[in-house]
């Protein structure tokens, strides 16, 4: 059973930041392509930033480039997103996910594993 648990998530106010990281229980994690996704109340889950299984290519949410950036870590099964400069608006669950695909694929029926998810609440 693949397991994704993530961590990290808080409150803080508008311009903090916060460091996101997810953990993968299997060798597989180091093939898979990663990201993170979040879910506000009442909206859909959307895709934040993706990252391929060597992290040669990464992709960004246009409402989030700039302030965050996705990175991993395939000798410890780990994947992280710091973000920067928080808003009100990024408020949300924040789910890691991970993708037997290759490509750095955006769309969530594309995943095959995920995390329990994590709250981020930014104040203003």
Known sequence: ??????SGGGSVQAGGSLRLSCAA????????TMAWFRQA????REVVAVITWNGGRSS???????RFTISRD???YLVYLQMNNLKPEDSAVYYCAGSRFLAPVTVKDR??????????????
């Open 1 to 6: 059973q693949v397991q994704l648990v993530e």
């Open 25 to 32: 229980s299997e060798r597989g994690f180091i093939t898979w």
């Open 41 to 44: 109340p009442g909206r859909e």
């Open 60 to 66: 960004y949410a246009d409402s989030v480039k700039g």
């Open 74 to 76: 395939n000798a410890r």
């Open 111 to 124: 995943y095959d594993y995920w995390g329990q998810g994590t709250q981020v609440t930014v104040s203003s």
